[in-house]
């Protein structure tokens, strides 16, 4: 397993502005991403975070809404921009020590946005 | 994306009384996850089946597999209160490993 934690644990933030979250993950890992868990909801895709080239976003989800960084095997951002109050969530990274193992996740961060 | 029902949705028993939640989908799936999680949490990594036909038990959990490797339960006997949460399964597609999660089943164990 791997131990992944998250900064903010949570939030709240003003319309119109953006917000980076953090994941660190204690070892060195192949794959990251983030999901989103909006109020009552499931777990939806946003991105995989690849190490040294663009992330892989699902569709619904593009770039400049939500741009991603991974500059080395323990560490990604996910920047939440120009917040409207639909981005009131949870925001969770997750890793893979390997493609297609399990995959652990992070403690979430909060968002709400006024 | 392959589509996962969980079922039920909501599902609140007395202690002590035992509970089944299904993972059903028309796909194929190369490994199925379930995970707990509790509110203001990250979900939690119960267990993984990947063969059909695979029945794994952890404590009082039993989570079995399908043989066409399609669904998966888990079954909880006796629960307790701290079984409480909310329960998610999730396909691992064997194309791009990437995860499919049901809708959750939010499990609430009375005392």
């Known amino acids: 397993s791997a131990v992944i934690s998250q900064k903010p644990s949570r939030d709240i933030c003003q319309r119109g502005t953006s917000l980076t979250i953090q994941c660190q993950v204690d070892s060195q890992v192949t794959m990251m991403f983030w999901y989103r868990q909006q109020p009552g909801q499931s777990l939806t895709l946003i991105a995989t975070a690849n190490q040294g080239s663009e992330a892989t976003y699902e569709s619904g989800f593009v770039i400049d809404k939500f741009p991603i960084s991974r500059p080395n095997l323990t560490f990604s951002t996910l920047t939440v921009s120009n917040m409207s109050p639909e981005d009131s969530s949870i925001y969770l990274c997750?890793?893979?020590?390997?493609?297609?193992?399990?995959?652990?996740f992070g403690p979430g961060t909060r968002l709400t946005v006024l | 994306t392959q589509l996962l029902e969980q079922s039920p949705q909501f599902l609140s028993i007395q202690e002590g009384e035992n509970l089944t939640v299904y993972c059903n989908s028309s796909?194929?799936?190369?490994?199925l996850q379930w995970y707990r999680q509790e509110p203001g949490e990250g979900p939690v990594l119960l267990v993984t089946?990947?063969?059909?036909?695979e029945v794994k038990k952890l404590k009082r959990l039993t989570f079995q597999f399908g043989d066409a490797r399609k669904d998966s339960s888990l079954h909880i006997t006796a629960a307790q209160p701290g079984d409480t949460g909310l329960y998610l399964c999730?396909?691992?597609?064997?194309?791009?490993?990437?995860?499919?999660f049901g809708a959750g089943t939010t499990v609430t164990v009375r005392a």
């Open positions: 999730a396909g691992a597609s064997s194309n791009d490993y990437k995860l499919s």
């Open positions: 089946v990947v063969t059909g036909g």
């Open positions: 796909s194929v799936f190369s490994s």
């Open positions: 997750s890793v893979e020590t390997f493609p297609g193992d399990e995959q652990f």
